[in-house]
């Protein structure tokens, strides 16, 4: 698997959220668009199977391959920049300041949007044979998925908000650990093995993803589902980016800058030293 230390793949988060920093438009762009449709893939091709099988876990356990598909082709989720991006502002890398975090994370945002919203499109034109029938089985599940994930939130008032953010933040910091342990190993097959455990967990676990809601939700009011765009963006979408923002930074990039990054200090083998000691000469 070739496994990397702590220290070592840290040192590649900051490297990485650095270079994100300063990537040009139109890569930052087309890698944004590439990762929000691919995942959007994973999502409808998880929600199908569940639909044939009646086994969510059978889902869950098939979702991670759009995951590791994008990241091995070097795309970027918005999720994975929230965690990374910031830390090259944490240790004060030359040029890296909140303007460009912004404008970075700006740019992830509408790739991902679009792409998902170009493969909704494309699953809402295979759902309904080019809009002549009524959703398959697949695409009224999806829709169901909309109304349940905005509506239902909306109508337990503060309780359903506060869960939603807290969904929101348990999901970035299991997506944020798989972008993580794609860092921890140089071979194609530890890479995959380390992504898929974690995604699995916040796939399998109902978690909310912005970028997956970005195909989900669209999808859901394409195919007639009962809610709108207003109820989309209010009630999942913000809230959700919101708390990726929270649990990416908080449960991953900080966390794991704080302790691995950096040289430790020396350990005295003569061990502690008294408060009142003599300084030596």
């Known amino acids: 698997m070739s496994y990397l230390a702590p220290k070592e793949f840290v040192t590649k988060m900051v490297d990485a959220g ?13 890698r944004a668009y590439m990762a929000g449709a691919i995942l959007a893939l994973a999502a409808a091709f998880a929600v199908t199977i569940t639909v044939n ?19 091995l082709l070097g795309f970027d989720l918005l999720t994975g920049v929230f965690t990374l991006v910031p830390l090259a502002l944490l240790d004060r890398r030359p040029g890296c300041d909140l303007k460009g975090l912004g404008r970075n994370w700006g740019l992830v945002f509408l790739g991902n949007f679009a792409g998902a ?8 034109i295979i759902f309904t044979m080019g809009f ?16 349940a994930r905005t509506l239902g939130y909306a109508a337990a008032g503060f309780g359903g908000m506060l869960t939603l953010f807290i969904r929101a933040v348990m999901c970035n910091w299991m997506v944020s650990t798989g972008v993580v342990a794609a860092m921890m190993s140089t071979s194609v097959s530890g890479k995959v093995i380390a992504m898929w455990m974690p995604i699995l967990v916040f ?24 809610f709108t765009w207003g109820d989309y ?4 979408e ?26 430790p200090k020396a350990r005295n083998a003569a061990g502690p030293v008294s408060p009142l000691a003599e300084p030596a000469e």
């Open 53 to 71: 099988t009646g086994n969510a876990l059978v889902g869950a356990l098939l979702f991670p391959v759009g995951f590791c598909m994008l990241y």
């Open 132 to 147: 002549t029938k009524a959703p398959d089985a697949v695409g009224e599940k999806i829709g169901h998925i909309g109304e």
């Open 203 to 226: 796939f399998y676990l109902g978690f909310e993803h912005s970028i997956v809601n970005m195909f989900l939700f669209p999808s859901g009011i394409i195919l007639g589902g009962n």
């Open 117 to 124: 919203l170009t493969v909704a499109v494309f699953m809402a």
């Open 238 to 263: 913000i809230p959700t980016i919101l708390g990726n923002i929270v649990g990416g930074i908080t449960f991953v990039g900080a966390t794991l800058y704080s302790t691995h990054y950096g040289t």
């Open 18 to 30: 650095e270079a994100k920093i300063f990537m040009g438009t139109k890569d930052t762009l087309i």
């Open 233 to 236: 963006f209010l009630y999942n």
